[in-house]
């Protein structure tokens, strides 16, 4: 009987994978955050929400949003700027976006609109425990706890979208429920997501649609991709530790005050640069850093004013600290005031090395959305 239903569903023998210490395909689930969230759940929610606010609130129209959308700043994100919506995708409750516009569009949501939007809304609450849940499975470093609370907020995000969207959860939403045994067993969710192997796929699907060759697609993609890969060892181009913009000589003043700050006694060489890549992170002037933490659980941000390169080896950063208010629940984004207390601070000592952005809404408040919780 067993044998009848394995045929009759499509398997025919036992997994070529068990042969792999500790694999079972009884055990694993197939999940990635960026197709079943960013391709999936958050289409979804994003074409309600806009529906909703847009066509039956009416608190903005569709002109105002895409008008907010191109001047926002969106910082080191900038290269993901989400386009501007049409009317056609928002009635179909399906956005055509790519997975990291669509990162970056929910990431700045709360910061591009949420004036607008009534304090203590209850629909707004659905687009906070979506941020929320984007916020644990992106997120490098998690605490204990996470599992848990990110089951829960998953079912409080299902229970929400059914309430307010009258619509049928799809098989992605599904997907989600499994997210918590996933953390436990496997780590940071976004260590496990496909986008890199998208991202290196592209450069393969370029060559597919140039190229005039139809016989063996295959063969040629694969010795192009050995040329490529031929040439760089050629050049010697691999990557370095860091890169660095053109270097600029440090005035006598600078350079006493950085010395006197850091307590330097030997100094081979020291420069100021525009701007420094550090294992494909860029860091500039304006962007934002996570210093700390205050006792109260708020981060110490300080702003990058300058970027100064010691002995060719050390990346120090001179910047202007921020006083962290409060964490603003209605954008999802902390609250900041500028100081004009200057610290200068090591690559290797920062609390989270992934550069945020600083954003001025129209009533006058600094925000900074963290780009990986901490």
């Known amino acids: 009987m067993f044998w009848n239903v394995m045929l009759t569903s499509g398997i025919k ?4 994978w068990h042969d792999v210490c500790g694999f079972n395909v009884l055990d694993q689930s197939g999940m990635d955050i960026m197709h079943d969230l960013l391709e999936g759940v958050c289409k979804f929610d994003m074409a309600f929400l806009l529906n909703y606010y847009i066509y039956e609130l009416k608190i903005f129209s569709l002109q105002i949003l895409n008008e907010r959308m191109i001047h926002f700043d969106y910082g080191p994100d900038s290269s993901s700027k989400p386009p501007v919506l049409n009317v056609e995708n928002i009635h179909k409750n399906y956005i ?13 949501f709360g910061l591009i609109i949420g004036d607008f939007v009534p304090i203590n809304d209850p629909v707004w609450h659905l687009y906070i425990l979506l941020r929320q849940i984007l916020d644990l499975v992106t997120s490098l470093s998690l605490q204990i706890d996470s599992c848990e609370l990110l089951q829960i907020l998953i079912a409080e995000h299902h229970d929400l979208y ?64 050995q040329l490529q890969l031929n040439n760089l060892f050629f050049k010697g181009s691999l990557p370095s530790h860091f ?27 020291i420069v100021k640069c525009p701007w420094v890549s550090i294992k494909g992170t860029k860091y500039k002037p304006k962007l934002v850093l996570t210093l700390d933490i205050y006792e109260n659980n708020l981060p110490i941000f300080g702003i990058i004013e300058d970027i100064v390169v010691l002995n060719d080896i050390l990346i120090i950063f001179k910047c202007k600290r921020t006083n962290t208010v409060i964490f603003d629940d209605h954008v999802f984004s902390y609250e900041i005031k500028l100081d004009d207390e200057c610290t200068f601070v090591y690559h290797h000592a920062l609390l989270s090395y992934i550069p945020n952005n600083i954003s001025v809404l129209p009533n006058g408040r600094s925000y900074v959305t963290l780009r990986s919780s901490i």
């Not at 055509?96 to 700045?108: N, T």
């Not at 913009?245 to 006598?252: E, F, K, R, V």
Request: with cysteine; aromatic share 6%; proline share 4%.
């Open 162 to 225: 059914l309430k307010f969207s009258r619509q049928h959860l799809k098989p992605k939403h599904h997907f989600m429920l499994h997210y918590h045994t996933m953390l436990k067993k496997f780590g940071p969710l976004i260590a496990l997501w496909s986008m890199r192997f998208e991202a290196k796929h592209r450069i393969s699907k370029i060559a597919a649609n140039t190229t005039s060759n139809r016989r063996n697609i295959c063969k040629t993609l694969a010795i192009k991709h």
């Open 243 to 269: 890169e660095t913009g053109p270097p600029n000589i440090l005035s006598d003043l600078e350079l006493e005050v950085l010395k006197k700050c850091l307590q330097l006694n030997s100094v081979k060489s």
């Open 13 to 16: 023998d036992v997994c070529v």
């Open 96 to 108: 055509r976006l790519s997975a990291s516009e669509m990162l970056v569009l929910v990431r700045y």
